[in-house]
């Protein structure tokens, strides 16, 4: 029987980015959920019973600025553990700040690279990035 390194929870509506994340955590045995909107990931978190290990957001979800921040404030009070990412195409000072307040564990600016968000999501889950938050532009190396 083979065990799961844990759980992934991707919150984005372009197929690209889910393929992408989805091919590199599946080979690492992580199981990959997947919601479109802000609504659908608050429906995913009602029905797991296990802490999710990472969530991916992306800001730019349009109409769900609301759904966003409702997910973010849940995913800060009721599960604590759980490693979050954001990604936005926002790269005003303000904004960046504002998101920090929900505990992020990394903001990566659009565009970015596939090579650069694995890198992320990797460094993320292993723990290199717990405590601040990191800013990854999409051109840098």
Avoid: C
Avoid at 79 to 103: A, N, W
């Amino acid at each position: 029987m083979r065990w799961s390194t844990g759980i992934v929870l991707i919150v984005d509506r372009e197929d690209e980015v889910l393929k992408i994340l989805r091919a590199a955590l599946q080979s690492k045995d992580y199981v990959v959920l997947h919601a479109s909107t802000g609504d659908e990931a608050l429906a995913v978190l009602s029905r797991l019973k296990q802490p999710i290990d990472l969530t991916v957001i992306d800001l730019d979800i349009p109409n769900d600025n609301g759904l966003v921040i409702s997910l973010l404030t849940i995913l800060g009070s009721s599960q604590k553990s759980t490693k979050i990412i954001v990604k936005t195409s926002r790269h005003d000072r303000p904004f960046l700040e504002s998101v920090d307040y929900f505990g992020i564990d990394a903001i990566v600016l659009k565009p970015i690279s596939e090579e650069q968000l694995i890198k992320t999501v990797q460094a993320t889950l292993s723990g290199r990035r717990k405590g601040s938050v990191g800013v990854s532009a999409g051109t840098a190396a």
